[in-house]
């Protein structure tokens, strides 16, 4: 149980456009989700925390107009990353804490690559 | 949102070697948590220990937590080389998990 379909998991786009990846709970809600960045051989950075029927709250320096999140339902989450440049190519990883006795469950990623 | 720091940032040990890594972090929390990621690839959560908890063990591993140090340990007994992987501990403050910096950890066969 507790699984978290993050999908894509690959994509490459060209500069300038926008990018969607979707993080879904299969077997439970969350009000919560949480989208992180990670660069090559760094740790995860919290970029925002998204709330199911309001506005998500963005860390500090992550901007919102760039990394646009919808959490329109309580298993569904989106990150559309808007205008993308090569710099916003990282790893995108998303979780949500299922209120379990294991921690949170995370995404298997999505490598963004901007060319 | 990086609270944590974590040592060694790389440890290369033979296979049936133990591994120690150190996690250390600044705020009161909820609990703590050791994940695993492998490379390229999502995080797999291996074990969580609560504040009130000093030891807990899964397996071949096991953890520590002085809260009176702001301290956790991960010990990885009889390493193998499906061991190798970038393991990282996670504070839980109530709301959301803050992520240390991680150590990236080599088992030759």
């Known amino acids: 149980g507790a699984v978290v379909s993050q999908h894509p998991s690959r994509v490459i786009c060209k500069s300038g456009t926008s990018v969607k990846i979707e993080c879904r709970s299969l077997?439970?809600?969350?009000?919560?989700m949480f989208w992180y960045r990670q660069f090559p051989k760094q740790s995860l950075m919290l970029m925002a925390t998204?709330?199911?029927?309001?506005?998500?709250?963005?860390e500090q320096g992550v901007e919102k107009d760039k990394f646009l999140i919808n959490h329109a339902s309580l298993t569904l989450s989106t990150l559309t990353v808007t205008s993308a440049h090569p710099e916003d190519s990282s790893f995108y990883i998303c979780?949500?804490?299922?209120?379990?006795?294991?921690?949170?469950?995370f995404g298997s990623g999505t490598r963004l690559t901007v060319v | 949102s990086q609270q944590g720091e974590e040592d060694p940032q790389a440890l290369s040990i033979q296979e049936g070697e133990n591994a120690t890594m150190n996690c250390s972090y600044k705020?009161?929390?909820?609990?703590l948590q050791w994940y695993r990621q492998n490379s390229g690839r999502g995080l797999v959560h291996l074990i969580l220990?609560?504040?009130?908890?000093r030891e807990k063990h899964s397996g071949r591993l096991r953890v520590t937590l002085d809260t009176s140090k702001k301290s956790s340990s991960l010990l990885i007994t009889a390493s193998r080389a499906a061991d190798t992987a970038s393991y990282f501990c996670a504070t839980d403050a109530g709301n959301m998990l803050t992520f240390g910096g991680g150590t990236r950890l080599m088992v030759k066969p």
């Open positions: 077997d439970f809600q969350a009000t919560t």
């Open positions: 998204s709330n199911e029927g309001s506005k998500a709250t963005y």
């Open positions: 705020t009161s929390i909820n609990n």
């Open positions: 979780s949500a804490d299922p209120r379990t006795s294991y921690g949170y469950t």
């Open positions: 220990i609560r504040s009130n908890e």
